[in-house]
């Protein structure tokens, strides 16, 4: 693809970056204060059209790309984290999903909450099952024309704000049968059976809701299946092809706060003066800044070709390999970079009177959520060895010789 932005693209950017600064960062401080879910900057996000971007026209939304949705979240970033996560879940992730494989309701339901402010949450990770996803527990037991859910899920992103929820869960038919792993669309508010039990303390990014869900006797109508070709018995690794756009966009959001601390960095060395002069004109810093443009472009060159790329020629979705390469080094270049900036500062950037220490926090949720560093290199190392490379103590001995189906 081409990395030359079209006008559009160009107005697109510019827009973003006066929205973040005219409306998001004044209230960037308080959001990590407090750690209230920050729905003035939802209404704010949905009344100028960034919520639901990738949504085609036909349901409401301006059909964007991936690339395009990338450029209002690098910018968002830069001033709160907050934000630009609610921007990637308003535009790729659950909603992406539902918006490629989802029946004509499931699409009509999905746009039409997005386009109206709802953050939507996938449900994915469980108390004993998180990197190792295909260990939950989780379970969908058919009873005629619906589902019964009972389980738990943690780590929930938007627990107890979202409408929304994508839950994936171990299908069953009615003799008991298990039928593989599935998506099931459920709305908090009009399904009964979800509880919130527990909200996570967490070390940055507080004013988006971590939390624990407990699923019981959760009745999902048969239509709210979501169904990719692969049906149940393979349809989890069409799903989490979805996620692939989600990881993406949490490397974007790591690039965009490093973006933001190389600006505040940059406009410190040329203000503070220190033996008589500025301190940008001390080697030392002009060196660390170098590099820490380098590994910024490095990142956002890797991030927006993921964001093009395709796994496949009938799948909307970025190259998996791509994905993970560019989370893999924007989210550990950008913690790098963002603990540069708070140096440059000295104990100044250690106070929360500046955003450094609020980025440094921020920042480093993106080595973990959205698949850890350590599994992705799992991923990238499986796909250049051409081998089948699975987890599972018993599984990996004979696979290992396997080569990997295309």
């Given at each position: 693809m081409s990395l030359t932005l079209t006008a559009d693209q160009s107005a697109l950017r510019e827009r973003a970056r006066d929205f973040a600064l005219q409306t998001v960062r004044p209230r960037a401080a308080a959001i990590d204060r407090n750690g209230d879910y920050p729905l003035d900057i939802v209404a704010a996000l949905t009344a100028e059209g960034f919520m639901g971007m990738t949504i085609r026209l036909a349901y409401g939304g301006q059909g964007r790309s991936f690339f395009d949705a990338l450029l209002v979240v690098e910018e968002m970033a830069k001033q709160c984290a907050v934000t630009a996560r609610i921007v990637v879940e308003a535009n790729m992730g659950a909603l992406a999903a539902i918006m490629h494989y989802g029946s004509e309701e499931q699409k009509?339901?999905?746009?039409?909450?997005?386009?109206?402010?709802?953050?939507?949450?996938?449900?994915?990770?469980?108390?004993?099952?998180?990197?190792?996803?295909?260990?939950?527990?989780?379970r969908a037991d058919r009873r005629g024309d619906h589902f019964i859910l009972n389980g738990c899920k943690h780590w929930i992103t938007g627990a107890g704000i979202s409408r929304l929820h994508l839950i994936f869960a171990r299908a069953f038919d009615e003799s008991g049968r298990e039928l593989g792993i599935g998506g099931f669309i459920a709305i908090a508010g009009e399904d009964d059976g979800i509880t919130v039990t527990r909200r996570e303390a967490t070390l940055g990014l507080r004013g988006m809701p971590e939390g624990e869900l407990v699923f019981a006797d959760l009745k999902i109508a048969a239509h709210r299946v979501?169904?990719?070709p692969g049906g149940f018995r393979n349809g989890f690794g069409d799903l989490m092809n979805a996620y692939n756009s989600q990881r993406v966009g949490a490397g974007t959001v790591a690039m965009g706060i490093a973006a933001g601390a190389l600006d505040e960095a940059l406009a410190w060395v040329k203000e503070r003066h220190q033996f008589g002069r500025p301190i940008g004109e001390f080697q030392g810093l002009q060196w660390m800044l170098a590099d820490m443009q380098t590994q910024l472009t490095a990142a956002r060159l890797m991030l927006y070709a993921a964001a093009g790329s395709r796994g496949s020629h009938d799948s909307p979705f970025p190259c998996p390999n791509l994905a993970a390469q560019a989370k893999i080094f924007a989210s550990e270049a950008a913690q790098k970079i963002v603990n540069d900036a708070l140096q440059m500062f000295g104990a100044r950037g250690y106070s929360n009177a500046l955003p450094l220490e609020r980025m440094l926090r921020d920042v480093r949720m993106f080595t973990i959520g959205g698949g850890t560093t350590q599994v992705l290199r799992n991923l990238v190392a499986s796909k250049l060895l051409g081998w089948k490379l699975p987890q599972a103590r018993d599984a990996y001995a004979p696979a290992h010789y396997a080569i990997a189906a295309e």
């Open positions: 009509q339901l999905a746009a039409a909450l997005v386009l109206g402010g709802d953050k939507p949450a996938i449900c994915i990770s469980e108390p004993d099952a998180g990197s190792d996803a295909t260990s939950m527990t989780t979501l169904a990719p």
